[in-house]
């Protein structure tokens, strides 16, 4: 196995023995062959260490779990857009935009034409099996015409269009300089398609431009075929509507070195026009003895646990304190009923970053909320935790202040479990006295300006989690 694949493949069943290298792919898929060949391709240029690969919605969703590079998880068909931003911040970086015919094709179309335009230097593989397999088997722009799928299940007739041959239409563009069609239903053509993603991948470490590489891959399962019936078909049915070869190659000149990002918050502010000054003369004094001017937070747990609106309720107790904050939202890409998590950044001035990947405070509703984010957190940081859910304390680094606080059972000793968001808001403010007590009522008593009946629970439970962190602390110190 190439050094360029993880040792263990890292799934949601953690599989033991030959399952930790079994992919989550069904029999007969080609994404795993063409995971190989472009491993395979990393791993002979030796660019390792400067890939970064880009999955979106789909099928290859989870390619972060096989490929041990920099990977970053892209929104459905923003794969190119995301791939530009890493190659334009960081010139030295090799990128990989990997995507299927449901995501580049359909709702990625804009994103795909303008990044091939463009013509800066990124490498594109496009794994093109004529269906939207990951989410049911519906129709994709690439659906053969007279294919049955879930939303053509007499066959795509001229009222659904024709399918859309994409690695002529990218070669129709200015800004490409190798465009091939390769397909991997036997030995003869998987030899091209490992040759052709190389090259792609090569034009790119050169600096020579933008490459494209259109895979025709099978689809077993929503065929209603076994394997080596799909490699059939592929070359029967699907040969004929998109002929294989180079579409075009064109001798090209080096890219002109461009600079790299700046990310001085100094001269961030200065681009943006921010002030470096207070919006609002409330009279509050910014937090800033203990994380400095710019903190950041991350409030995780399972969908329904209300990390989302006790985040939103810290960034405008923030605002309404006078300061700048930012709260961005995360529900997780990968399946229903993952980690839900929230970035907050407070800020003395202005928020430059709202992402916060290394927190100064988590709060974590749940046990693998706890796992995921415990370790991110920075050193001298705070973790806050809900001990009813996760009983067993957190392997951090040393130096963290952990706080395992009952939020679920404090919440039912109020009366009502679903406040026990407003429970860990209690304990952050308990655990860091960001701001005082009137500052984040002030906040919850507008948030419930059309439910006022609720505000004493919700009071109390706030008090209920301020006052359970300081009686932990207290009982650490005697």
């Not at 710019?294 to 409030?299: F, N, S």
Request: hydrophobic fraction near 45%.
């Amino acid at each position: 196995m190439t050094t360029v694949f993880y040792q263990r493949f890292d799934r949601h069943d953690h599989g033991a023995g030959l399952k930790a290298y079994a992919t989550h792919y069904c029999p007969g898929c080609g994404h795993g062959l063409v995971h190989k060949y472009l491993a395979q391709a990393i791993e002979s240029l030796g660019v390792q260490g400067r890939t970064v690969a880009i999955s979106p919605v789909g099928c290859a969703v989870f390619l972060h779990y096989y490929l041990d590079v920099g990977n970053s998880q892209a929104a459905h068909g923003r794969a190119p857009a995301v791939a530009l931003g890493h190659k334009l911040a960081n010139p030295d970086a090799v990128v990989v935009s990997y995507q299927g015919d449901g995501d580049l094709a359909s709702i990625g179309l804009a994103e795909i034409l303008q990044a091939a335009q463009l013509g800066v230097p990124i490498t594109v593989v496009f794994v093109n099996n004529a269906i939207y397999g990951m989410t049911g088997g519906q129709m994709a722009p690439t659906t053969l015409m007279g294919q049955r799928t879930a939303t053509t299940p007499h066959g795509r007739d001229r009222l659904a269009g024709s399918p859309l041959r994409m690695a002529e239409l990218i070669a129709q563009l200015d800004g490409p300089i190798y465009v091939e069609r390769v397909a991997l239903f036997d030995a003869k053509q998987r030899v091209k398609a490992e040759k052709a993603i190389l090259k792609a991948l090569r034009l790119q470490v050169e600096n020579k431009g933008f490459a494209f590489v259109e895979v025709l891959s099978e689809c077993p399962l929503h065929l209603g075929l076994t394997p080596l019936e799909a490699e059939k078909w592929v070359k029967e049915q699907m040969l004929p509507v998109f002929p294989l070869g180079v579409k075009k190659d064109v001798a090209a000149e080096a890219w002109p070195a461009w600079p790299p990002a700046v990310f001085d918050p100094g001269r961030v502010a200065q681009v943006i026009g921010a002030a470096g000054e207070r919006t609002a003369a409330s009279g509050a004094v910014f937090p800033a003895d203990r994380f400095g001017s710019d903190i950041g937070l991350k409030l995780a747990g399972a969908g329904g646990d209300g990390a989302q609106t006790a985040a939103m309720l810290i960034t405008r107790t923030a605002i309404q304190e006078g300061f700048d904050s930012t709260h961005i939202p995360s529900y997780g890409p990968e399946s229903r009923g993952g980690t839900s998590y929230a970035d907050v950044r407070l800020a003395e001035g202005e928020v430059l970053s709202p992402a916060v990947p290394n927190p100064h405070v988590l709060v974590a509703f749940n046990a693998p909320s706890l796992a995921k984010f415990a370790p991110s957190v920075v050193p001298g940081g705070i973790v806050i935790y809900d001990s009813s859910v996760a009983p067993e304390p957190p392997q951090v680094t040393a130096g963290l202040e952990v706080l395992p606080v009952p939020f679920a059972e404090i919440a039912k000793g109020v009366g009502r479990l679903l406040i026990k968001n407003i429970v860990a808001l209690g304990a952050l403010q308990g655990a860091t006295g960001f701001f005082p007590d009137s500052a984040y009522l002030a906040a919850l008593r507008l948030a419930l300006k059309d439910k006022a009946a609720l505000l004493p629970l919700n009071e109390q439970a706030f008090a209920g989690g301020r006052d359970a962190v300081a009686a932990l602390r207290a009982r650490r110190a005697s």
